[in-house]
């Protein structure tokens, strides 16, 4: 059976008219909000219908209150990615290393390859500063982990596309994990370590060929440590 149409409430014109704000660019993430009164007023509607539209927008992940300061603009996007992928692993739909493997050789490479033709000094700089952090890391395994995401994530910035980075950042939970099991293999950091500064080195170059590449052979040593490590375990 189908239910009757309602009509619109109040409150979700008011969603409507901020997220409208928010697709035009008007609203930006980090911008805050009108007080509840003051919004009250330039809907002319009750603050009710305010308070029921931010819980809205709150849901949809687009605002965030923040105690004693305000109601800001939010951008939840790739919170919303983790969540649902930490879902698939708790039901076991995404689980075993392979598969996150086979996500890396789809993504990584491409976006070596567009980095080393997009990349500014401000993300070379980051990549080299991981890079160092690694280098003096070989024997912390956490160290070593938090610079090696570091890494991949200004190479993800590099591309200059946005929507690279919220998806690498979903991932980020199961990169870390990956990377701290890879680390306690022998020599898994070293080897590691050995491709990160081959890939920094094309895309310092600009080569995207090389970075592509090298990347590959990257995650071919994740794979193949990924397989010695959960051998390990086994």
Known sequence: MYLPIQTERLYERIVSQIEQRIEAGDLK?????????????????????????????????????????????????????????????????????????????????????????????????????????????????????????????????GTQNPFIPILMDSIIDLLREQRKRIGLTKGGLQRGQVHHKKILDSVIRRDPQAARQAMQDHLQQVREDSKASSADAD
């Open 29 to 157: 993430v980090g911008d805050q909000l009108p007080s509840e009164r003051e919004l009250a007023e330039q809907f002319a509607v009750s603050r009710t219908a305010v308070r029921e539209a931010v819980k809205a927008l709150r849901q949809k992940g687009l605002m965030e209150i923040r105690p004693g300061r305000g109601t800001f603009i939010t951008n939840a996007t790739s919170d919303t990615i983790r969540d649902s992928i930490g879902m698939l692993m708790k039901f076991g739909i995404a689980k075993g290393s392979g598969n996150l493997v086979e996500v890396r050789e789809i993504l990584e490479p491409e976006i070596a390859a567009l980095a080393a033709t997009r990349i500014t000094d401000e993300y070379i700089t980051a990549m080299r500063e991981a890079v160092e952090i690694m280098e003096t890391a070989l024997d912390n395994v956490d160290v070593f982990v938090e610079a090696d995401l570091d890494f991949h994530l200004a190479l993800a910035e």
